[in-house]
């Protein structure tokens, strides 16, 4: 369904017998990773909601806008046997009025550092989608995937502050077999460019094993190396912070882990990707046969 209107009539009995809403934003070209995040829905809520919808807003980049890959009719196939109950795909005149301006979001380091640093105005597009997504859903969970960990923090911000009652689920990264974060982006990439952007999780995994016996700055620093001496691979930023506030590590902490985060462009295509790591009381937790690698891929 297309409409606002016809989803919420839609959704107006589940809401009335107290079912419990479930919704996954996404912009289609669906992967495995969507899916999981479909997957995880499916299993915490009665209903589950599925949009799809390129937000012009949140591209800073047209050619980007006008590249994005677009398929909703074999997205919708994909769906069908997930037991997803709606697929909402709204066009761009039911989410936006003529010549409405996206107002700015200030959520300090959690919008303006990494990603709202190099994509300027990317997350006021990202906040106001999903304000209006999730007036228009009314969802009792949203599910969003660590890929775009950033994009989550600040969506769980916009949720303790607009959608008290509503909780935002962070679900983990799916990847390819060798590494690979899924991306819609990366039906964009050559074979030899796929190759080529192995680079990127390697190193994140590499880097966070090195965090058992080197300082942040030192992490940081040769994750930053390895991927600028990569062929073919042009990073933007590597940084290493807070998992909750998004500030600079600059000491591990127990009590604050980190994450290294990273965008790099690798033929035409902008790619990001990150790796949790692991606090030495994680660590711990975990025991000594821990790898990134192996933690993060399956
Ligand atoms: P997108 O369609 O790229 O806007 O993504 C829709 C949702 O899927 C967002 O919450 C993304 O973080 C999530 N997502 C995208 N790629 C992955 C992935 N490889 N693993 C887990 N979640 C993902």
Redesign the pocket.
């Known amino acids: 369904m297309s409409t606002v209107q016809a989803l919420q009539n839609a959704l107006l009995k589940a809401r009335n017998s107290g079912q419990k809403v479930g919704f ?11 899916l ?2 479909v997957a995880r829905a499916r299993a915490a809520c009665d209903v589950v909601v599925v949009s799809i919808f390129v937000n012009p807003t949140q591209f800073n980049n047209p050619q980007d806008l006008e590249t994005y890959p677009r398929q909703v009719e074999t997205d919708v196939a994909l769906l069908a046997p997930t037991g997803v109950d709606f697929v909402f795909t709204p066009t761009i005149a039911e989410m936006y009025t003529p010549d409405e301006v996206v107002e700015d979001t200030d959520y300090g380091v959690l919008t303006h550092s990494l990603e709202g640093a190099f994509r300027p105005g990317h997350f006021n597009g990202v906040v106001a989608i999903v304000r209006k997504l999730f007036q228009a859903v009314q969802p009792n969970r949203a ?6 960990f950033q ?2 923090a600040i969506l769980q911000e916009l949720g303790r502050r607009e959608f008290p009652a509503l909780e935002v689920i962070g ?5 390819e077999p060798e590494g690979l ?4 982006r990366n039906a964009l990439l050559s074979d030899q460019e796929r190759q080529v952007a192995l680079a990127i999780s390697r190193t994140l995994f590499a880097a966070a094993a090195r965090a058992a016996h080197d300082p942040p700055g030192a992490v940081r620093d040769w994750a930053w190396a390895q991927l600028t001496s990569a062929q073919g691979v042009d990073p933007e930023y590597v940084e290493l912070v807070s998992r909750s506030t998004l500030e600079p590590t600059k000491q591990w902490k127990d009590a604050d882990p980190a994450i290294l985060l990273t965008a790099a462009q690798v033929g035409p295509v902008r790619l990001i990707d990150n790796c949790q790591v692991p606090s030495a009381a994680e660590l711990r937790a975990i025991g000594e046969h821990w790898h990134p690698a192996e933690a993060q891929i399956g």
């Open positions: 996954v934003p996404t912009m289609g070209a669906l992967h495995d990773g969507h999981s995040l599910f969003f995937g660590e890929k775009d994009q989550l679900c983990p990264i799916i990847r974060a899924m991306s819609s």
